[in-house]
T-cell receptor
């Protein structure tokens, strides 16, 4: 069975500071990994995904994530936080059956 | 490209009535669509997998007679909440699968906020 654990339901960073959102996964086969962002009362927007190949994945809005198989992690980072980054972020995992399993989410707060 | 729409975006209904939510893939065909439910400040929980031309596959604990899913065409799936009650109030999100040679990507709709009075 697959599962995703996001460490920290709330993360606060100052504007301009590094953003680090942590995600660990469990999967019996090589996983596909995703980060999604959700703004209030909206659907999900894909930030980035890892399927195969290069383990450092670059996404939209300056975000990137690194797949570390040895640590079963897929942490999301952004060098410099912007006020518009305040949102809910979901890490997710899927396998070949296309079902996506979501983590519980991390709300990112940006402090002025 | 790869846009998924949902209608309505918001619906308020009385307890005991049925509500239908539509999910459409606007610019691609989707053999498979998914329905999720999201409670306030919580994650998305997969309710069912909707396959065009066949019965939906429901996740454990989801009442199939309560949440009727119809995937009648390659661009439309509907979720009907039958005899809705206040505990069915939630944010319902659908996604549609776009098949690619490398892997299949899901595109999400904007969600439907259901409030049952």
């Amino acid at each position: 069975a697959q599962s995703v654990t996001q460490l920290g339901s709330h993360v606060s960073v100052s504007e301009g500071a590094l953003v680090l959102l942590r995600c660990n996964y469990s999967s019996s086969v090589p996983p596909y990994l995703f980060w999604y962002v959700q703004y209030p009362n909206q659907g999900l927007q894909l930030l980035l995904k890892y399927t195969t190949g290069a383990t450092l994945v670059k996404g939209i809005n300056g975000f990137e994530a690194e797949f570390k198989k040895s640590e079963t992690s897929f942490h999301l980072t952004k060098p410099s936080a912007h006020m518009s980054d305040a949102a809910e972020y979901f890490c997710a995992v899927s396998q070949r059956d296309d079902k996506i399993i979501f983590g519980k989410g991390t709300r990112l707060h940006i402090l002025p | 490209g790869a846009v998924v729409s949902q209608h309505p975006s918001r619906v308020i209904c009385k307890s005991g009535t049925s509500v239908k939510i539509e999910c459409r893939s606007l610019d691609f065909q989707a053999t498979t669509m998914f329905w999720y439910r999201q409670f306030p400040k919580q994650s998305l929980m997969l309710m069912a997998t909707s396959n065009e031309g066949s019965k939906a596959t429901y996740e454990q604990g989801v009442e199939k007679d309560k949440f009727l899913i119809n995937h009648a065409s390659l661009t439309l799936s509907t979720l009907t909440v039958t005899s809705a009650h206040p505990e069915d109030s939630s944010f319902y999100i659908c996604s549609a699968n776009l098949y690619r040679p490398s892997y299949n990507e899901q595109f999400f709709g904007p969600g439907t906020r259901l409030t049952v009075l």
